[in-house]
């Protein structure tokens, strides 16, 4: 059975620095790019930034340079390492492959306020 199980997530101030981890089961990690996305208040899920199997990483432009994407493919585990938080990065974040699979984690909510 495909399961994601996000964490890490919390309240924290402009300007700080979280730390994402994701597990992955049921599916062919070693063999899968894998991704993190995020869903704001009233807006669609977009993806974050991507792991390839090899390290290769991209990331979104509203992240680019303050975040950082790794896996363990040993664990079946992606983090998500992003700093100079800003109030838009309000979210519930998700981990998943890329592209993504229909069936979702439930995610970890990241809220950046003062």
């Known amino acids: 059975q495909v399961q994601f199980v996000e964490s890490g997530g919390g309240l924290v101030q402009p300007g700080g620095t979280l730390r994402l981890s994701c597990s992955a089961s049921?599916?062919?990690?070693?063999?899968?790019?894998m991704g993190w996305y995020r869903q704001a208040p009233g807006k669609s899920r977009v993806v974050v930034a991507t792991?390839?199997?090899?390290?290769?990483?991209d990331y979104a432009d509203f992240v680019r340079g303050r975040a950082v994407i790794s896996r363990d493919n040993f664990k079946g585990t992606v983090s998500l390492e992003m700093n100079h938080l800003r109030p838009e990065d309000t979210a519930i974040y998700y981990c998943?492959?890329?592209?993504?699979?229909?069936?979702w984690g439930q995610g970890t909510q990241v809220t950046v306020s003062s």
């Open positions: 998943n492959q890329s592209p993504p699979l229909g069936r």
């Open positions: 049921g599916i062919s990690f070693t063999m899968r790019r």
């Open positions: 792991v390839e199997v090899g390290g290769a990483v």
